[in-house]
């Protein structure tokens, strides 16, 4: 009895010893991937806008035919200039012409410096409008102190009238994108600068009639 008594106290101290190394440890769960940064694509850096006209100009490998004229220029102020011109651009070889303007800011103060931009001609009559508008832009369009309302071409060129230092609306025009330069000039002049251009768009008008 003794000898089956002692089996069983082993058997008993066995079996849960057994059981523990039987029984499979649990599972380590995995640890979590760490989350990826996003990665912010590189934005390119701004690039001038480019009338399609200008590329007539330098147009390599064809003669090209430049027609231009003088219509007239405004001065704003501190002596700073707007000059306007009339320009067609074709091909020797071609009858398809290009019709444009083109308006030159003049800075007369020292260093002497000056910016140009090409209109095309489908943008003329959108930009005699827009003057238009703008010039009739009065301060109580909005119950804020200060107001600008400004139109752009597809090119360099941009124009607003806002309120100035004396709270008299005044007009600005500024050609360029990195070193602009800006002419201020009060609503008469701009009324003078529109004028030019209407008479630089009848110019092209009357180039192109048959």
């Known amino acids: 009895m003794k000898r089956f ?23 380590s769960e995995p640890s ?13 850096p701004p690039v001038e806008p480019v009338a399609k006209a200008e590329p ?31 320009h067609e651009f074709s091909e020797a070889n071609s ?9 030159t800011a003049i800075e007369t103060a020292q260093p002497f410096r000056t910016i140009s931009c090409i209109i095309e001609y489908d943008e003329l009559d959108p930009l005699l409008k827009g003057i238009e508008q703008i010039g009739k832009v009065e301060k109580t369009v909005t119950r804020l102190p ?5 139109y752009r071409t ?19 025009v500024q050609i360029g ?12 002049i701009l009324g003078q600068f529109r004028s030019l251009i209407q008479q630089a768009k009848a110019v092209l008008d009357d180039a192109q009639k048959p």
Do not use: W
């Open 5 to 27: 008594a002692c089996v069983s106290l082993v058997l008993a101290a066995v079996i849960p010893i057994m059981a523990q190394i039987q029984e499979p440890a649990p599972a």
């Open 32 to 44: 979590p991937k760490p989350e990826a940064t996003p990665v912010k694509p590189t934005e390119p």
């Open 56 to 86: 007539a100009q330098a147009r390599i490998g064809a003669v090209i035919i430049h027609g231009f004229g003088d219509i007239g220029a405004v001065t704003g102020d501190q002596g700073t200039q707007l000059a306007v011109k009339s």
């Open 95 to 103: 009858r398809q012409k290009e019709y444009s303007i083109s308006i």
């Open 146 to 150: 200060n107001f600008e309302a400004t």
């Open 154 to 172: 597809r090119g360099t060129f941009a124009i607003k009238t806002l309120n100035g230092p004396d709270g008299k609306v005044q007009a600005s």
């Open 177 to 188: 994108l990195e070193h602009p330069i800006n002419v201020t000039f009060n609503l008469e």
